[in-house]
């Protein structure tokens, strides 16, 4: 009969209507198994990022990883050093914060965002390699140690941390200020391995630089900074 085709066509129509938006929808928004997962992050350009606590990231993450906790306050200013047009490849422990963070990152224009079907979890049963900080006990860093380093004429100290996205982006600044200052002290403290002094002098929050001169503090400041504003506090 006749009518079956305008039916048909309808049908087909819809269909072909309906196929630009499902692609437009899945677009830049992939979910990978563990294998997948590992064919991402091989892309030395991709981004890794864990989601998960501080507390979770130091028990096991995977190489390279950067760190933003997700449940954090701190969160959108972890991710504002990611390039938007990178691949970042997102995990948490089992996929549901990790889920949550990487619809937060497509609202905020990143373009391609992968997520770990299952999380770390699913990455540990799989029996895909991770890495596990053994953490020491005290201070690497100790106060006469870093006293010592002080009582330099000029010192600049820089608490960063491996997985800190800022404290990477403020790093090649720090390297091209020193062109200018060859007789400047550059002390590079990581805050997971020195929690007590950055508790005495106060570091609530990385990247923090201070400036030294003779033992005595002169300058702080947090977060990232230009290259020129750098170099005007060591000119003081």
Not at 31 to 38: E, R
Not at 116 to 136: C, D, F, Q, T
Not at 177 to 183: D, S
Not at 187 to 200: C, Y
Request: contains cysteine; glycine residues 4%.
């Amino acid at each position: 009969m006749r009518t079956s085709l305008p039916l048909s066509t309808t049908i087909y129509s819809l269909l072909i209507c309906l196929l630009p938006s499902c692609n437009a929808s899945t677009q830049g928004q992939q979910s990978l198994s563990p294998a997948q997962f590992v064919s991402a992050i091989a892309d030395t350009n991709a981004v890794i990022l864990d989601v998960r606590t501080k507390e979770e990231f130091n028990a096991g993450h995977l190489a390279n990883a950067l760190l933003a906790d997700w449940n954090s306050d701190e969160f959108d200013t972890r991710i504002q050093a990611i390039d938007h047009h990178k691949t970042v490849n997102v995990y948490c422990l089992s996929g549901g914060r990790s889920a949550a963070a990487a619809a937060h990152l497509r609202k905020k224009g990143f373009t391609q965002v992968n997520e770990l079907a299952g999380g770390i979890l699913a990455w540990r049963n799989a029996n895909l390699p991770e890495v596990k900080p053994s953490l020491p006990s005290h201070d690497a860093i100790t106060p006469s140690v870093f006293q010592t380093n002080i009582e330099a004429p000029h010192v600049l100290i820089d608490f960063y941390a491996p997985w800190c996205a800022p404290c990477r982006k403020l790093d090649p600044i720090i390297q091209n200020t020193l062109v200018e200052f060859p007789n400047l002290k550059l002390v590079r403290i990581n805050i997971d391995e020195n929690p007590t002094l950055a508790k005495n002098l106060k570091v609530e929050s990385i990247p923090q630089l201070f400036i030294y001169k003779n033992g005595t503090p002169v300058w702080s400041h947090t977060g990232i900074i230009s290259q020129q504003d750098l170099i005007q506090a060591l000119k003081k």
